[in-house]
């Protein structure tokens, strides 16, 4: 199967460790040297409607990728556990 990156850009991303949907692929790293695509790029969830900015961006290894499908990308991905700041502006408004 032929796929352009173009392609790969309306693609789910599918976490095979949790079953997790990590997000579309919105941006691709490569190494123009030798023209190889290094990682694939998920932007990070908004905060608060986009208000307090973006979580981490999620980088997925080129070599943690088990399938690319017509429409989801299979990947084998160690997410990181989520860690919650302890001293929040906003831990006051929704306790």
Do not use: H
Request: glycine share 8%.
């Amino acid at each position: 199967m032929l796929c352009r990156i173009t392609d790969l850009r309306c693609k789910d991303i599918i976490n095979l460790r949790d079953g997790s949907r990590l997000g579309v692929v919105c941006d691709v790293e490569v190494d123009t040297c030798t023209g190889k695509i290094i990682a694939l790029i998920v932007f990070g969830r908004y905060r608060f409607f986009g208000l307090l900015g973006r979580e981490d961006d999620i980088i997925i290894r080129w070599c943690d990728i088990q399938v690319i499908g017509e429409d989801t990308i299979l990947v084998n991905f160690e997410c990181e556990p989520k860690r919650r700041k302890k001293n929040s502006f906003l831990d006051g408004f929704f306790k």
